[in-house]
């Protein structure tokens, strides 16, 4: 379970008690420290970050409306106030809730919930996307076999079969096919035709010249009605 890194603002220090042991009772919060006003707690966000605040508002010195504009980068907030008057200004602020004391433990919860709601949505959102693996279907050896794109090195066609080579395998994996077939199975993106008996997957490539290409030791020809398609595709592949 992820844990969300909080901390608390409160000039009351039986206000701040409570509050600490309630967020104690939430197994996912992890309260790193605990404030009397907002100063201290200004100083030490300029070594340490965390997830929410719960902040008092009505404060000594910097009271907690100036403490959370003061913030370049402020993270989730919940405001435990005794005023009302400022409910307002925490709709302004973006604040996640407007708790007033006594605070009742399940209006806590639920405010705590919508935090905790709140941050899993950000961390999906921030999360790198999972690119998925392409792969495709041939029937080889009486049954269906999955292959993988990013696997493929290259095809050769035999009349109505062909040979397709990869990475996974020390033998080519036999199947009927011609090779237009087997072409249109190929994205146009990762895969080209060479020649009349050759596909080849472009990220395999290790050198070309005129009229052939190597695959690291094997070669393969580059038919003439091929070629000017070939270089056109593959200089436009990134590097």
Known sequence: MTQIRCIA?????????????DL?????????ATFSNAVDADLWL???????????IQMPTLT???FLRGLSQPPMV??????????????????????????????????????KELFELRQKEEAPAVIERGFFFVFSEYKEIKIYFDEVSYV????????????????PILTRLNLKAMEAKLPETQFGRVHNSFIVAFERITAVQKAKLHLDKIEIP?????????????RKLPS
């Open 46 to 56: 300029k070594t340490h970050s965390v997830d929410l605040i719960f902040l008092d």
């Open 9 to 21: 603002i409160d000039d009351e220090p039986f206000a701040l008690a409570i509050l600490a042991d």
């Open 78 to 115: 919940i405001f435990t106030t005794a005023y009302e008057q400022y409910a307002l200004e925490g709709f302004e602020l973006n604040v996640v809730d407007y708790l007033l004391k006594p605070i009742p433990f399940q209006r806590f919860e639920k405010a705590v919930l919508r935090a």
């Open 64 to 66: 907690g409306t100036q």
């Open 24 to 32: 104690r009772r939430f197994p996912y919060l992890e309260l790193q």
């Open 156 to 171: 050769e066609g035999l009349k109505d079969y062909v040979k397709i080579y990869t990475t996974q395998q020390p033998k």
């Open 222 to 234: 580059i038919g003439n009605r091929y070629l000017v398609g070939f270089e056109q595709k593959y």
